[in-house]
């Protein structure tokens, strides 16, 4: 997906695009609709794949009917009634029975942030596997620490490093796909057209249950009772995304402000140029990582707005804004994702400026050292290297940690 | 533009498109050359339209590339000079000379700015006049005020609608256009590039600002010196369209709340339905002004997040932060604009609601009334009509800041 | 703790005051002395309680001074040192050894957010308890369901309860305890002047890292590595909170929409009066509720910048940012929290108004009925009560969640 | 006021302070009761000056009637009140008579911003002052300028301190006093209590108006119609304080770089330091000012939030919201200004590092001049001060701006 206003935006894939959007939609109806006929509630004659009944081409049409309707699942549903009533009439009859826009709508939703939460799993995945390398490799490259923009101590990159991916780690949450499920309530959360359907009050409810199960099953996502109104699944699943987009910005922080000329202990593998200043490395992947860094929280307030302001059985207002925000925002943190994992597979690290900085500073940088020598009795270091405290020790307790995190969260094929 | 995630969005138009943008960022180059030339900077024979030169087709590979650019113009300039090679050597050697990408993109994001703004501000006089005529209309139209959700005492529909029609008014900036200029500063803001190319130092100062200048009143815009680095005023203009929304926002509100089946004393004028329950009636259009209220201040916070994080002479992902976030929050506040004037141009009123719910409240509603009559010894209201205040007063003094607001702001005929 | 400008700010207690975070300071000094001593490090000599030799009237000097050292620890360690240096040389003179500022200030920070987090859970038990007592009760208690502003189908009170629980389930996190953490890393977070303090590079790491977790069992915090510059740990606990006061400000819309006089279906206990219109219950208690969630989003927006400004080996600016926007979050939360409990303990619900509203909705609200009914060849209802769905179902299902939760949450006792 | 957690706080003086808030509502109430007797709708019996009535030890029991009634004006009013019954039964009778707790709480709290919007100014007019003489100082000060964290060109630390001036001068809004406005209403915005006791409808509107103008007069605020549900002004005026703290952040990011030991372009006058890092020269106002720009925007998003939610004729809970919330606000930024005003008035330049940073980026810098000059025909400058294109025009254009502002800017006398 091409976006000049995001440069990086091919690197998102079809996440949260309208065209996966529609077809989410209609995997809920199809698998809902497979659902009533697998519990027999609907004939065997209703039975139908539906996949190919509307497709990108309907986007505009849907989407010009979604604002009086108030959602796409509308227009949707009516469309696909009028193109099945042709071919099928039992399933044109049967289709949507039992369902409720949101229903529809908050089901797809789910679907698109699965594939964001596996996305980014993956980049994480990598992200981790780049930084633990990076940290072991330069856990005794020493480097001055700096606190406050001023050198105060010793320390080394590969400590550094690990606190970039105990970071990574500290944001992601492996419990997150508990998270991922289906929204099948019904009108007002009730399910009560389902169990009016599976038979009434008395032998509906179990079978209506079984249908919602079903569909789960189906998609793939977990079954909950009906959230239509407690959005808290959704904005943990967002916070945890702004936790991770944090926790890039801080690592891009460290590559821009290394990367200047003065310092020069970082650059990116391709920096940017400039036609007439040739000299120019600009360290552009960091740049727009920054970018989505800065504008995440804002945006994310939004979610928690939109979360807060839930009232009735179904908001008006409060659920609509979530669609749009949601895609705005994956659009920043999948691109933030994959451009982490580019400019750390391809990060330049200069151990010798690293080297540089820290001769320079001597004495000043081994000053807490003597006074803390002194108090002890021992003799003053000349070498930053001896004055390195724990830091082997912190860097593998974060390379443990890792390997934790790497073994639990589950690789998913797909 | 379909947005299935946004319904709504055709109401937007061309309004910062990505197609727009390219052709902006190309007029931003057609007058900077044809300024060059002009001025005498560059020959005659460099003189090009340039308009012709790049299309909607090239958005994917421009797109593309504008990553490991980090900015859009870096490509746009890089395909246009390779075209402009075979049919104007002399304009491809000239093309771009004394620019740098921040100022096609941040001139071109102004032209992208302008047209919202204008769009915005005929939606603002329509429904100006709509609400004038709504709050004349029904200066007499009793009905409850409530307050904390209670009834509290008498109003009138036309002074609740004065009210709207104030926050509108207040929200409105009728200077926002001063704030519609070029970006034109070269490599660092100074100006240097052209400077040198109009003759340098000693002859050249004047040529350049010469140059600038001509470019603004080509592209329509004012000229002041450069910003890279100050963004007060996009922040200014965003303000403002955030001030609008809150306007649009709080009448949503109102409709939503009084199209209540409990309270019925508004409702809209083709309101969503629903295939099973036929006598829903859906505020969809309050629904989805009101999910633009919530979340535009989130997303604007991340505008000021990025104007505080401007440093050096071009801040590293601040800067690429703003195109993205301004597109959004576009789309946001342009929609909520064009369905505010369609909700208010078929907004239904039932007087006869209004008033059985006031006299519903009687004697409560003239509880405070009987209070201060005692207190200066008048008699007891009986009609909440005798109840209202300096209700007209207040409808006519608003009326008139609508008038005088509609002689200031210009009708921009384009 | 008044406060004109935050009614109910007294149901905060000490959460976040001054006192409670100088207190905390000197609790980190003592516990870090204690431990170097334990542990072997300073002799027996330097052995000192500490928390008597400074208290609240010396809050205005610290304060001052606060600002030309950046952090209120600095003066707070030489004030200490002035006055220990009188009773007790040793004490003064190994005072803060191995420590930096950020190490006191973060982990009495910590300590403030522990006491945060133990009201909390004690608040939401609470309202956990409440909430099931009142679905329970309201399980067969119709009211009509409204969706998008409009009446839909039947449901009950008890299911909308039970949602307004699962909000608050969903929002809990009982994990949230091992994310209160010392934070012991020295000048840059490398451990140095412990490892130094402790005997140099080989023998002195592992009983720099027993200091650090006897420091942590003293103060009843986890033992973490440093996390200076990774404020994950705080972002996530603060994420949690502003879920809760999503789940509190939905429960409050309700109640707002609910208490209006035309509908009557719920009420406040202790409403608010007036003086002139002494018919009016206002809702004051969700209108309070509601405040803080209207407003913390935002200002958790800050707290995730501050996360992602993270740079070098500590931030100059984020890191300051923190406590002060923390201190605001927690004046909003901890109220907003006792108000729903108080507001959930004394909520009048009136069945009959349910009911009437319910009558008068008929026979509109069995409409979906009716089309379900007629699809499966069953009879239409006329009860509303027999359109209920699954809700008896869904209501079970959250009390068992509720109680897991009670379950699972330990009881702090303090 | 002391605050440990946002050092520098007392250089707010008492802005926002709970007294000031109380003594503000005590001067709405005796300016309401003047203006009564004044327009001799109140007998000349009833005036008393009111403000001896209540103080600062009454704070408390205050604040925590303010729950239960929904704000401080209401157990304000009735502790005043009783004791006014002793001493003058007649002002007892007459006192808050045709106000409402809004009309208090919102002309009071404009009062505090009107303190907050003087103080601000005063420091603006004394950065732009010191901004002025330090851009002319260094009008002819060559450095090198960074884009994207790269050497780009030269340019002058006096066009630099330009653009810092520049960006306070965007921010600064010379009509924020209009908005400085009394907010008196009435129960629901119609004044019909106060046109009751003036007589009623026929003679009472324009006596009842004299009296709102006169309250405005005596209060020295702007009379405008209420505007108890658009939020307007306040927004503004606070959109206008979050641009002005960007401004300031802005300025604190440059000289957080340029103090790096790497850099040492510039450093703050009385840096922070450390104890055993007696090197460290920590930038610590900068990092207080930065610390504002960080929380600012997303504390403001929550104003906005505030300001789309109303409804009725008083939103409950959006209004409830502003106060604490503003509070917070102020304190940030003027704190943040004033420490602007200091950090400037100290800064230390650095030419020296300036030119060596610039020698050692020779030639790139000037490869942009050696490009142009070749297209021209002109001669590849050695020397950077050759190549400063139109700085000195820009700078000069600018303090013209400036000097325009310090005229156009009244000063108050307080």
Redesign the interface.
């Known amino acids: 997906m ?10 998102r894939g079809d996440q ?1 695009t ?1 065209e996966f ?2 077809e989410s939609m209609v995997s809920v109806e199809a698998a809902w609709l497979a659902a009533l006929v697998d519990v027999g ?1 609907a004939p065997e004659s209703a039975r139908d794949r539906l996949l190919d009944l509307v497709g990108p081409p309907d ?2 049409a ?3 009917d ?7 699942a ?1 227009p949707l ?1 009516a469309l696909m009634r009028e193109r099945l009533a042709v071919r099928n009439p039992d399933a044109a ?2 289709l949507h ?2 369902l ?1 826009s949101q229903d529809v709508v908050d089901s797809a939703v789910m679907i698109l942030i699965r594939e964001v939460v596996y996305r980014i799993r993956s980049e994480v995945r990598d992200q981790v596997d780049l930084l633990m390398r990076l940290a072991d490799q330069h856990r005794a490259t020493p480097m001055v ?11 080394t990159f590969g ?2 490093v690990a ?1 970039w991916l ?2 990574i780690l ?2 992601t949450d492996t419990r997150t796909t508990d998270r991922l499920c289906v929204q099948l309530g ?12 599976a ?3 008395v032998v509906g ?1 179990a079978r ?2 079984e249908v919602a199960r079903r569909t789960a099953e189906i998609l793939d996502l977990e079954w909950v ?3 239509h ?5 959704i ?2 699943l967002n ?1 945890a995304g ?2 991770l ?3 890039w ?2 690592i ?3 590559v ?2 290394l ?5 020069g202990e970082l650059s990116e593998g ?1 920096p ?31 979610m ?15 659920w ?2 979530e ?6 925002i994956d ?2 943190v999948v691109v933030a994702a994959a ?1 982490t994992t580019a400019l750390l597979r391809d990060l330049q690290v200069h151990p010798d400026r690293m080297a540089a ?1 820290l001769a320079g ?1 001597l004495p ?1 940088v081994l ?3 003597r ?3 002194e ?2 009795g ?1 003799s003053p270091a000349d070498d930053p290297r ?9 860097i593998d ?2 390379l443990d940690r890792a390997r934790s995190y790497l073994k639990a969260s589950a690789v998913v094929h797909r």
């Open positions: 091409s976006n000049l206003f995001w440069p990086g935006s091919e690197r949260f309208q959007f529609l509630i986007i505009p849907i989407s010009l979604a604002e009086a309707a108030g959602n796409p509308v549903v009859r049967w029975r039992g409720t620490a700096r606190t406050l923009t001023q050198h105060a101590v010793p320390t400590l550094k606190l105990r970071g500290e944001a019904g009108a007002a959360g009730t399910m009560a057209a389902t169990v009016e359907l038979g009434g009050p409810v209506a249950l009772p009906p959230w109104t407690t959005r808290g699944a904005t943990a916070d702004v936790r987009v944090d926790a910005g801080r891009a922080n460290d821009l402000l990367s200047r000329p003065e310092i391709s940017g140029g400039s036609s007439t200043m040739p000299h120019k490395r600009n360290p552009v992947l960091a740049a727009q990582i920054r970018r989505a860094a800065l504008v995440v929280p804002g945006m994310s307030a939004a928690h707005i939109t979360a807060m302001e839930s009232i009735d059985e179904r908001a008006a207002g409060a609509h804004a669609w749009g925000i949601l895609a705005d659009r920043a451009q900085t500073s000043d000053s807490e050292q006074t803390m020598a108090l002890v021992r001896d004055y390195l405290g724990a830091s082997e020790f912190l307790e974060c």
